[in-house]
């Protein structure tokens, strides 16, 4: 299957893909680091790298699907076009495709988090507060079905609400 992440960032998304790919052995695909990448080989900012690094994500997990694997995106997805890329990918394979957006209902907690967070990407500033309250404006309203899962709870008993709903069987 291919679990496309979403949420905006400092919501805990990362965290969340992170431990259900460690809980699935499947692999995690991350779009912010591809887009580092993009800048450190020379690629300019002013370019659409953003776009490419979901393009590059997409071949990626094109290739891991191939492999009959299931898949992490790891993605902010706020667009209803990258959501339809991923729809498009899994339609490929003939996987279902599963959304799990990760919210953080407590904005003095997202804040603060999102403040406080150093992910160590090399050449990737981390998103400012304003930054994030911009992307919440333009954040494409839902038509998909998806998994909600809010960070405030602790991330072992959002990791056992994800499991119970990939495994809870599709209609």
Same mark, same amino acid.
């Given at each position: 299957?291919?679990?496309?992440?979403? =949420?905006?960032?400092?919501?805990?998304?990362?965290?969340? #893909? =992170?431990? !259900?790919?460690?809980?699935?052995?499947?692999?995690?695909?991350?779009?912010?680091?591809?887009?580092?990448?993009?800048?450190?080989? =020379?690629?300019?900012?002013?370019?659409?790298?953003?776009?490419? #690094?979901?393009?590059?994500?997409?071949?990626?997990?094109?290739?891991?699907?191939?492999?009959?694997?299931?898949?992490?995106?790891?993605?902010?997805?706020?667009?209803?076009?990258?959501?339809?890329?991923?729809? %498009?990918? #899994?339609?490929?394979?003939?996987?279902?495709?599963?959304?799990?957006? @990760?919210?953080?209902?407590?904005?003095?907690?997202?804040?603060?988090? !999102?403040?406080?967070?150093?992910?160590?990407?090399?050449?990737?500033?981390?998103?400012?507060?304003?930054?994030?309250?911009?992307?919440?404006?333009?954040?494409?309203?839902? @038509?998909?079905?998806?998994?909600?899962?809010?960070?405030?709870?602790? !991330? %072992?008993?959002?990791?056992?609400?994800?499991? =119970?709903?990939?495994? #809870?069987?599709?209609?």
């Amino acid at each position: 299957m291919l679990i496309a992440m979403a =949420g905006l960032p400092g919501a805990g998304k990362s965290s969340v #893909a =992170g431990e !259900l790919g460690r809980e699935l052995a499947a692999p995690v695909v991350p779009v912010d680091p591809i887009e580092a990448a993009m800048w450190r080989a =020379g690629v300019a900012r002013s370019q659409p790298t953003g776009l490419a #690094a979901y393009v590059v994500a997409e071949a990626v997990a094109d290739g891991v699907l191939a492999l009959g694997q299931t898949v992490i995106v790891d993605a902010v997805n706020a667009a209803a076009e990258a959501r339809a890329q991923w729809r %498009s990918l #899994a339609s490929r394979h003939g996987v279902p495709v599963v959304f799990i957006e @990760v919210v953080c209902s407590d904005p003095v907690l997202h804040r603060r988090r !999102l403040e406080g967070r150093s992910r160590g990407i090399d050449g990737f500033p981390e998103p400012t507060w304003e930054s994030v309250e911009r992307r919440r404006a333009e954040f494409a309203p839902w @038509v998909e079905d998806r998994l909600v899962l809010d960070s405030v709870l602790d !991330l %072992s008993q959002n990791i056992a609400t994800a499991l =119970g709903f990939l495994a #809870a069987p599709t209609s």
